[in-house]
T-cell receptor, first 115, second 114 residues
Framework: QQQVKQSPQSLIVQKGGISIINCAYE??????FPWYQQFPGKGPALLIA?????SEKKEGRFTISFNKSAKQFSLHIMDSQPGDSATYFC??????????????FGRGTQLTVWP | KAGVTQTPRYLIKTRGQQVTLSCSPI?????VSWYQQTPGQGLQFLFE???????NKGNFPGRFSGRQFSNSRSEMNVSTLELGDSALYLC?????????????FGQGTRLTVV
């Protein structure tokens, strides 16, 4: 059973546009929601993360929006650039204090930004 | 600060063989987790080690095992390799164990089983 569902599977955006990737989760005990960026041949790199006590977090051109009641969160990439072309993964983690320190990943979104 | 180091980067093995992969976490990090990444299944959790103890295990057969040393370095072993074990194996380093902790990945070891 997929604990974190991610959409779309692929996304094509014009340079300067906004890229939006959505994720939904089932387990209300999840307490930490990171996003990872992965380039071909590389491991996933931690991009930005949020905890459910805030509804939005912004770091540069990257923003996470979090809707606790809907059990959804999304990544917005403003002013998308060709260098942002990569695969993006959302994830969810067990609560702080839990001994079960693992991440549940979405299936990934392949983003292509056309110049 | 050096990142997570995984060795080797690439491996080609024959069915039935066994393989050992190595991971050196970020200095000061004591938790190491392993994930398998395939196009079909995505990123799947294998296990987590903290203070030389396995703290958590994913849904993989017993052919997959691991260990952690006193310096936090970790190894993962796969015995009796099958074609379906071909994947990118990723190691993640965290400063602590438990939920809600940041995880930083290495570049992975690409295993091909022929």
């Amino acid at each position: 059973q997929q604990q974190v569902k991610q959409s779309p599977q692929s996304l094509i955006v014009q340079k300067g546009g906004i890229s939006i990737i959505n994720c939904a989760y089932e387990n209300t005990a999840f307490d930490y929601f990171p996003w990872y960026q992965q380039f071909p041949g590389k491991g996933p790199a931690l991009l930005i993360a949020i905890r459910p006590d805030v509804s939005e977090k912004k770091e540069g051109r990257f923003t996470i929006s979090f809707n606790k009641s809907a059990k959804q969160f999304s990544l917005h990439i403003m002013d998308s650039q060709p260098g942002d072309s990569a695969t993006y993964f959302c994830a969810a983690s067990s609560p702080r204090g839990s001994t079960l320190g693992r991440l549940y990943f979405g299936r990934g979104t392949q983003l292509t930004v056309w110049p | 600060k050096a990142g997570v180091t995984q060795t080797p980067r690439y491996l080609i093995k024959t069915r039935g063989q066994q393989v050992t992969l190595s991971c050196s976490p970020i200095s000061g990090h004591r938790s190491v987790s392993w994930y398998q990444q395939t196009p079909g299944q995505g990123l799947q959790f294998l296990f987590e080690y903290f203070s030389e103890t396995q703290r958590n295990k994913g849904n993989f057969p017993g052919r997959f095992s691991g260990r952690q040393f006193s310096n936090s370095r970790s190894e993962m072993n796969v015995s009796t390799l099958e074609l379906g074990d071909s994947a990118l194996y990723l190691c993640a380093s965290s400063p602590a164990t438990g939920g809600g902790t940041e995880a930083f990945f290495g570049q992975g070891t690409r295993l091909t089983v022929v």
